[in-house]
Nanobody
Framework: QVQLVESGGGLVQAGGSLRLSCAASGRTFSIYAMGWFRQAPGKEREFVAAISGSGGSTSYTDSVKGRFTISRDNAKNTVYLQMNNLKPEDTAVYYC?????????????????WGQGTQVTVSS
């Protein structure tokens, strides 16, 4: 059974940084793409970033380009989201997800396993 466990969320001031981690178990990690999504109160879940199985390909939503970096350590079965220069509009519950294929995708329906989410709150 696949399990995804996020950590690293918290409260930070605008301009600050956080690093989210997502530890995966249950199937061969390195052959599956991973994604980060977020959901703010009253809004739909949105794509943030994705990374291919090898880590050689990444994709970001425009609003986080230049501020967020997705990476993975296949030896540790972990994917990371480094978030710098955080803004109040980044406040949301952040979810990691695993896609049953190698390449990156932005559509949440392409991912079959999800973590429980971690809260990120950015104060102004």
């Amino acid at each position: 059974q696949v399990q995804l466990v996020e950590s690293g969320g918290g409260l930070v001031q605008a301009g600050g940084s956080l690093r989210l981690s997502c530890a995966a178990s249950g199937r061969t990690f390195s052959i599956y793409a991973m994604g980060w999504f977020r959901q703010a109160p009253g809004k739909e879940r949105e794509f943030v970033a994705a990374i291919s199985g090898s880590g050689g390909s990444t994709s970001y939503t425009d609003s986080v380009k230049g501020r967020f970096t997705i990476s993975r350590d296949n030896a540790k079965n972990t994917v990371y989201l480094q978030m710098n220069n955080l803004k109040p509009e980044d406040t949301a519950v952040y979810y990691c997800a695993q896609r049953p294929s190698y390449g990156t995708r932005r559509n949440a329906n392409e991912y079959d396993y999800w973590g429980q989410g971690t809260q990120v709150t950015v104060s102004s």
